[in-house]
């Protein structure tokens, strides 16, 4: 039993690390790095400045928290979702359902390194904020607030999961993380308050990833304890299991579907 843990404790890191490698490698360092240095600053300022003109109020803060913190959407949208969906791109699905590991282990391990880059990626957007727009984080738990982009990241991974199965089944990849980017944009509430939306907006806003989080992470930078948001990071945990869960699902029954229609090589 502790042989077969070993084996999948290795499965999930080892295929974690190379399937991140394996996505980015046509990239080039400088390319990485903008993407995670220029556009999280585009994004921030962007949002920020149209925020505030439309409203003509001096809040930064929330725009730069909420975009901040969004930025976390681009390595759990876009990267996660490659890191399934591009299997069938590329052609080596029939290569990752011919083996017979854990699938479980294979499925969870393409988020893993994501989570990581994500957490990176949200900290770089808070740093733009306080070196530019005046972010004030002389208040904040930070224990809470890493608390709370980790928990944050994850449940975006878990949204991602599923949309990368759901790439699985559709024709194009980049439409489907477009569409789920843009949509967490305006119904996460980072630029626009929830209380503004309509109620049906606002019930699709607490089933998405991102909401609970964001809301977490203004309060613990506007002094709470986080005692005081923990109901919020729970709940956004146990949204981000709930999505693993279903795109889990999706993923074995992709699998069965496939095979059974001799369809695994089609991309």
């Known amino acids: 039993m502790l042989r077969g843990l070993w084996l999948d404790l290795r499965l999930f890191v080892q295929g974690a690390l190379l399937s991140y490698v394996a996505l980015f490698a046509w990239l080039r ?12 600053l585009a994004q921030i300022l962007f949002f920020t400045f149209l925020g505030m003109y439309a409203t003509s109020a001096d809040n930064a803060s ?7 913190i969004q930025i976390a959407a681009v390595s759990g949208i876009f990267g996660v979702t490659m890191s399934i969906g591009g299997e069938r791109w590329a052609g080596t699905l029939v290569y990752l359902f011919g083996t017979p590991a ?7 391990g393409r988020a893993f390194f994501h989570v990581l880059d994500g957490i990176l990626g949200v900290f770089i957007g ?36 599923l949309l990368g199965c759901v790439s699985l089944v559709s024709l194009d990849t980049m439409f489907v993380n477009n569409t789920a980017y843009f949509l967490l944009l305006v119904f996460s509430g980072a630029n626009v308050p929830l209380a503004n939306l309509p109620a049906w907006m606002q019930a699709i ?23 005081e948001v923990t109901p919020l990071l729970v709940g956004e945990a146990l949204l981000g299991v709930g999505y ?18 001799g369809t695994l090589e089609s991309f």
Request: glycine content about 10%; proline content about 4%.
């Open 29 to 40: 360092p400088v390319t990485y790095l903008a993407s995670k240095v220029v556009m999280p």
């Open 62 to 68: 929330f725009y730069v928290i909420g975009n901040a």
């Open 102 to 108: 854990n699938r479980l282990a294979v499925f969870v």
């Open 126 to 161: 808070l740093a733009w904020g306080v070196l530019l727009l005046g972010l004030d984080l002389s208040h904040t738990d930070g224990l809470g607030l890493l608390l709370t982009v980790l928990i944050t990241t994850f449940s975006t991974s878990g949204l991602g999961l």
């Open 205 to 227: 806003s607490w089933g998405l990833p991102l909401t609970r989080g964001i809301a977490a992470a203004r309060a613990l930078i506007a002094g709470s304890p986080l005692a």
């Open 244 to 261: 693993i869960f279903l795109g889990y699902v999706l993923f074995r029954w992709f699998e069965f579907y496939a095979r059974r229609r």
